[in-house]
C-alpha cells in the first residue's frame, strides 16, 4: 500500500514502543511481540504518523483491524 511504503521508506520498518513494533515484513502492519500494550500501540502509531507527516508531509489515516492469534 502506499501507507506501507511511505513508512517503509521514512525508515520505520522494525521501529519499536514497549512491545508493540512496525512489521519488518510489512510496514503497514503493527504486531505484538510479547505483552505489548494499548498505550504503546498508541504511542508507536503517533510516532509513524508524526515521522511521515514530517519526511513527507503526509497526514496518515488510521485503519484499524484487531486480529486475535
Given at each position: 500500500s502506499?501507507?506501507?511504503?511511505?513508512?517503509?521508506?521514512?525508515?520505520?520498518?522494525?521501529?519499536?514502543?514497549?512491545?508493540?513494533?512496525v512489521s519488518k515484513k510489512h510496514a503497514n502492519f503493527i504486531i505484538n511481540c510479547g505483552r505489548a500494550k494499548a498505550k504503546d500501540?498508541?504511542?508507536?502509531?503517533?510516532?509513524?504518523?508524526?515521522t511521515v507527516k514530517e519526511k513527507f508531509d503526509?497526514?496518515?489515516?488510521?485503519?484499524?483491524?484487531?486480529v486475535k492469534g
Open positions: 502506499e501507507a506501507g511504503k511511505l513508512i517503509e521508506t521514512a525508515g520505520l520498518k522494525g521501529a519499536r514502543f514497549g512491545d508493540a513494533e500501540v498508541y504511542n508507536l502509531v503517533e510516532k509513524v504518523r508524526k503526509i497526514d496518515l489515516e488510521l485503519e484499524l483491524k484487531i
